[in-house]
């Protein structure tokens, strides 16, 4: 008995050691350039300009991003509207076909096998793929797109300023839905039969089912997919960069594509550590939105019933 209690001490005490260095990693990697960048942020450095090595200025950066640069706010406005439009079509698209997958299709992994390949394929394939599939002189899809009249001869669909946006859009539809579907899936998948039994024998119909029991029980499900494609979406970079690279002129510059701009082709780094804060800013906002309505509605409901008690 009192080897098992000093096993357990032991064990106890040893517990916080073995975690010292996953913790430093983790400081080293992700808490040591986040503080250089926010340190960096308050400087003037600029390698393409003499004299700017790297001196405290304040929140003069700041005030730059704020009050005069206009194109950062395009880019901004931009990012937003790809990450509206992409999250929301890629989840009615994605939910719907795991609702199918679910009631309809008996064979689903040979379906999912199918729908898995496009989100298997790194960011900068599904770019260069596309890049050719959409130029303009040979590529297939233009082909196809001007023998049916969708487009004239004389488009190109990546260097058309209305067009390539939405066509960024679609491609990026097509390679992440799936994973939206996937998700869906394995939610529906997981649910109890209990409650819908309970529903069914006081006499709800398919809607009512749905709207009361299946998603309510998928809400913290919903609000993963959503976050999750949130975020990417709002830092994508690598399918735009080889496709565009943000082009033509400020068309296709998303936020990503921005701040790349100022720190590697300005050189402009105090400036630039600012708009990647702001970045980081937006993601994080959108981490607490999503936190707040999965659990701020259960926390809700907690209370009503010991309330209700």
């Not at 090595?53 to 509207?81: A, C, P």
């Not at 300023?161 to 394995?186: G, H, K």
Request: proline letters at 5%.
């Amino acid at each position: 008995m009192i080897n098992r209690r000093m096993g357990a001490i032991v064990d106890r005490g040893m517990a916080p050691l073995l975690l010292i260095p996953s913790v430093l990693l983790l400081l080293l990697i992700l808490v040591g350039p986040f503080l250089y960048m926010v340190w960096t942020g308050f400087t003037d450095l600029h390698f393409a300009l003499p004299g700017r090595e790297g001196s405290f200025v304040g929140f003069d950066n700041f005030r730059r991003l704020v009050r005069e640069d206009h194109i950062f706010w395009h880019s901004f406005l931009l990012t937003l509207k790809f990450v509206v439009w992409v999250v929301i079509i890629e989840f009615i698209a994605g939910f719907a076909l795991a609702l199918l997958l679910f009631h309809f299709i008996q064979k689903r992994r040979l379906f999912l096998t199918l729908l898995l390949v496009p989100m298997m394929l790194a960011p900068v394939a599904v770019g260069l793929i596309w890049k050719l599939l959409l130029q303009g002189d040979f590529g297939m899809v233009t082909y196809y797109l001007r023998l049916i009249g969708v487009i004239d001869e004389r488009t190109a669909i990546l260097s058309d300023s209305s067009l390539v946006l939405p066509a960024i859009m679609l491609i990026d539809l097509w390679q992440w839905t799936p994973f939206v579907t996937l998700i869906m899936l394995a939610g529906l998948l997981s649910l109890p039969r209990e409650p819908y039994e309970a529903a069914v024998m006081d006499g709800a119909g398919p809607l009512q089912l749905f709207r009361d029991v299946t998603l309510p029980l998928l809400r913290p499900i919903i609000a993963l997919v959503l976050l999750l494609r949130g975020i990417d979406a709002f830092k994508e970079f690598d399918k735009v960069f080889i496709l565009t690279g943000g082009g033509p002129g400020i068309a296709t510059e998303l936020l990503s594509i921005y701040t790349y701009r100022v720190n590697f082709k300005d050189w402009d780094l105090g400036y630039g550590a600012v708009c990647a804060f702001m970045v980081y800013l937006v993601v994080l906002i959108l981490c607490a939105v999503f936190y707040k309505a999965v659990f701020w509605g259960g926390g809700q409901r907690s209370r009503r019933a010991g309330f209700a008690r």
